[in-house]
């Protein structure tokens, strides 16, 4: 009866004792493997969607100055046709007028013209400031933007991993602390257990002291391989927390760099097309077409009758024609220019002009107009006509 009552009170309580430590352990230990993969799955998402919501932002911020590109190249476009316009109608006002008042109203036009040139250059220089302007400050505001995302995400990874750091020490301690306790209340137990066996029974003692030798050895080895265990789990997970994190700088860092190119590709394109249109309006600036604007004939007397010298680009001298009308010489051009443009759209605008310049030259005597002949030379063009 003494015997069967000893065992009771002795090995089955102490195994239940290890059995509900190793469980609670075991629980401990998956809750936190849970927690730690349920915090780094939120860091993931977390740090797609700022991708992401950069992206859109760089996208809209792109759009919305293409659309002020354009709505600047449709202001230009429509100055210039205003400035066409006021032009035909100061050509056709000239037609209607009398000819005692065509020479004042010559020199007018050309004060006018020169007015005109000088607006709409005033204007394109305007125009390529404020668009510089715009283009700058676009360009600083997307480095100031580019420049605080990536300072930010940088700063939430460090916050990230001392908090995580923090949290994995803190729960280190708390397990070496809750070990500790356990094992002195299991060291108490045990010389309480002692105790009663020595005051039962001496050889009852030994043999209970022995199986309690071997339990606390087994013991000792499952929580030596279990804290061996938990340390290996500690930096297998550390060393995947440091790959992802090296991974998510690297793509980020990515990320940044094609942000950058594309941005500064959009740049380039604008550049190159403000650099053509401006190319296009100073070759314009340069052509004959738009230089010569008035003839200036040269009268001389001869013994038999008049000669009229003319300066005109050779490729015009076709165009000049002379006629009479009495005592009158009268000196007719007309010459047509002809364009084709293309924007980055694709959309052609053809461009189809005549001009007709008129001049008139009194002379003392009747003119015979069978008489006349020209001749070219120089850039010279030469006409003769002899007297009635």
Known sequence: MSDSKVEGKGSPYQGRQVEVTKRAKNRE?????????????????????????????????????NDKKEKILMEMQK????????????????????????????????????????EHELNLEDT?????????????????????????????????????????????????????????????????????????RLDTYSRHNGELDKINNQGRKDIKKHTENYQKGLKDQDLVFEKKYADSIKKNGEDLKRLEDLNKKSVNNIKA????????????????????IEMKPQLSKTPDGYEIRVTVPEY?????????????????????????????????????????????????????????KSNYDSGVLTFTINKA
């Open 29 to 65: 230990l998956r809750t936190i493997d849970e927690a730690h993969r349920q915090h780094v799955n939120q860091l993931e998402k977390a740090n797609q969607q700022e991708i992401v919501e950069v992206r859109d932002q760089h996208s809209l911020d792109i759009a919305a100055e």
């Open 79 to 118: 100055q210039l046709s205003t400035t066409k316009a006021m032009t035909d109608k100061e050509i056709h006002n000239l037609k209607a007028q009398t000819e005692k008042t065509r020479t004042d109203y010559h020199s007018r036009l050309a004060g006018q013209r020169d007015v005109i040139r000088q």
């Open 273 to 292: 097309a403000m650099h053509k249109e401006i190319k296009l309006s100073e070759s314009r600036q340069g052509d004959p077409f738009y230089e010569f």
């Open 128 to 200: 390529n400031y404020r668009y510089s302007k715009n283009l700058q400050d676009l360009n600083s505001n997307m480095d100031n933007r580019i420049q605080v995302t990536k300072e930010s995400k940088l700063s939430e990874l460090s916050e990230t991993e001392r908090f995580n750091q923090n949290k994995i020490n803190n729960q280190k301690n708390e397990f070496q602390t809750r070990f500790e306790t356990d094992d002195k209340n299991y060291t108490k137990i045990k010389k309480e257990q002692d105790t009663q066996f020595k005051r039962e």
């Open 316 to 372: 015009a001298k076709q165009d000049v024609i002379m006629t009479t009308n009495t005592k009158e010489v009268v000196l007719t051009m007309n010459r047509r220019y002809v364009d084709n443009r293309k924007d980055e759209n694709g959309n052609s605008t053809k461009i189809n002009k005549v001009e007709t310049l008129v001049t008139r030259l009194p002379v003392d005597n009747v003119l015979n107009p069978k008489s006349q």
